[in-house]
Every structure is written in structure tokens, then in C-alpha cells.
């Protein structure tokens, strides 16, 4: 049987030619093992984020994160505007205050509360020894279940059933390398990312990049919708053990892993319009 992953060939990120990434002006990305390395942010992975912004890179990470963490990161780190909780709002920086921009879609607030609850019960109830992940207090749009991140890994089989109650509930629900996130609304990481985008991505200075100047770099199966929807995209190399649970593949594939593989990104990138150090 063909494998998912060979219906569309993967090719090495360091074959990627400079031709095609000459044109590329902003770099989306996802957080969690895509720039960190077994949770930690890397010297490296955050030189080469800098690097990519004094080379004038619009940066912009989308990430299942809550909105606590999102506060932070628009505010410190070197992007334009950071997309959080799987696509339910941008935060950005105008005028030395944060901002948000929050994307059409998910219920309202007191609704929300209610259909989370409701769903936290069932899960409580299927799954008595599940946890909320730690940044769940943090969270404005969604459960965070911890199968990978500070308890000890699930089996497959177990998150798969996991997903599907959410799913049977209603719930849009993505794993990701560390959380099963599960939300009400119609929106993903590409509605969220692309909200903010037609709202003349507020945050970021200087003209919007073209759809084709844009390249996403991600890790998991809960970065399928960015795979798709970009016209150039790149797993790190710990995307591997997905592939065949994923439909949509990323153009390429880098040979490092997480943040390694984030700093080749970076480093292609910079040496492909002559910026390198
Ligand atoms: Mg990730």
C-alpha cells in the first residue's frame, strides 16, 4: 500500500533552490517543536529569528499557544504578530500597546464557557487520569488536553479516542506535538492566520507580503492546514513520524530537527538573497 506521505514527493529543504526563495519577504511559523528544541528555545533558533528580522522578514508565529503566552510573545520577541490558540485571534503591537485582532467564527464568550465545560465533563468523564495542560488557565477559546508535554507520553490509540470524542461532540479538535487541543467555531491556524492577514495584518510595518512571497515552517499534524494553504512550505525533520497521518505535506523537509531545523529555515533563507553573515 502507497503511503500517504508518497503522494506527494518531499523534497530536502537544502536542495530548495534560491530562485524560489529569492522572493520570499515573511516567514509564518509554528512554535512548539518547529522553533523549540525539546522545550526550550535554542541561542541559535533565536539569533536566527533576529537575523531573519534585521534582514527585514515580516515574522509571524501561529501557534495552538494560549492568549497569556501570545500577550508575551507580541510584546518581546522579535515578530510582527503572533496568531494563537489554533487560529482563534492575532495579538500584535501598535503604538507600543498590544492589540488583537480576533478572527469571525468562534461562539461567544458566555456560550463558549458553556460548550467547553460541557465538553471538559465528557472528557473528565471518558478520561478520568487526563490532564488540562499547564497553560490551560491561560487559554481564551479552548481545552488543552497533556498527552506529551509534563505527563508521561499516551498511546496513540488513546489520543486517537480522544480526538474523536471530541470530535463527536462537536468540537474541532488537532494534536500537536504535546497537547490535543479542542475548540467550538469554524476557524483553524489558516482562517486565524488569514483573518489577520485581511485585516492588512496589523502589526506588521511596511506593505503586506503577496500570498507567494510567504513560506510556513511547521512540525505536526495540527500544521496540515498551513501545508496546504501555503504555496511553500517546510516541515522540520520531527515532522517525519506524522507524515502518514497527514494528507497535506509540507514542499520541504529539513534535515534537523525543531529549532535546528528552524535556524537551517532561517540560514537557506538569508544565503538566498545574499544576506548571510
Ligand atoms: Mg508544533
Aim: proline fraction near 7%; hydrophobic fraction near 40%; glycine fraction near 8%.
Amino acid at each position: 500500500m502507497t503511503p500517504a506521505c508518497a503522494q506527494r514527493p518531499i523534497l530536502l529543504w537544502r536542495h530548495a533552490s534560491f530562485a524560489q526563495l529569492r522572493k520570499v519577504r515573511a516567514v509564518a511559523f509554528d512554535i512548539d517543536d518547529t522553533f523549540t528544541s525539546h522545550g526550550k528555545i535554542t541561542p541559535q533558533a533565536f539569533a536566527a529569528l533576529w537575523k531573519l528580522k534585521r534582514a527585514g522578514y515580516a515574522l509571524v508565529p501561529i501557534t495552538g499557544r494560549p492568549a497569556g503566552w501570545c500577550d508575551h510573545i507580541a510584546r518581546f520577541w522579535p515578530v510582527d504578530a503572533v496568531v494563537g490558540e489554533n487560529g482563534a485571534f492575532a495579538f500584535f503591537m501598535r503604538d507600543g500597546v498590544r492589540r488583537r485582532h480576533d478572527t469571525p467564527g468562534p461562539p461567544v464568550r458566555e456560550e463558549r464557557r458553556r460548550l467547553l465545560a460541557g465538553l471538559g465533563d465528557r472528557i473528565r468523564a471518558e478520561f478520568p487520569d487526563a490532564q488540562w495542560a499547564s497553560d490551560q488557565d491561560y487559554r481564551e477559546y479552548d481545552l488543552a488536553i497533556d498527552y506529551c508535554e509534563d505527563v508521561s507520553a499516551w498511546p496513540d490509540f488513546e489520543v486517537e479516542r480522544l480526538v474523536e470524542l471530541c470530535r463527536g461532540a462537536g468540537a474541532h479538535a488537532k494534536v500537536s506535538s504535546i497537547h490535543v487541543n479542542a475548540w467550538f467555531g469554524e476557524y483553524d491556524k489558516v482562517a486565524g492566520f488569514r483573518s489577520w492577514l485581511e485585516a492588512g495584518a496589523p502589526g506588521l510595518n511596511g506593505p503586506v507580503p503577496a500570498e507567494d512571497e510567504w513560506i510556513f515552517v511547521g512540525d505536526s499534524p495540527n500544521d496540515e492546514p498551513m501545508f496546504g494553504a501555503f504555496p511553500l512550505s517546510v516541515g522540520v525533520a520531527n515532522l517525519q513520524p506524522f507524515l502518514e497521518q497527514v494528507e497535506k505535506t509540507p514542499t520541504w523537509i529539513t534535515d534537523s530537527q525543531s529549532g535546528d531545523g528552524f535556524v537551517e529555515v532561517a540560514e537557506r533563507l538569508l544565503e538566498a538573497r545574499g544576506m548571510d553573515e
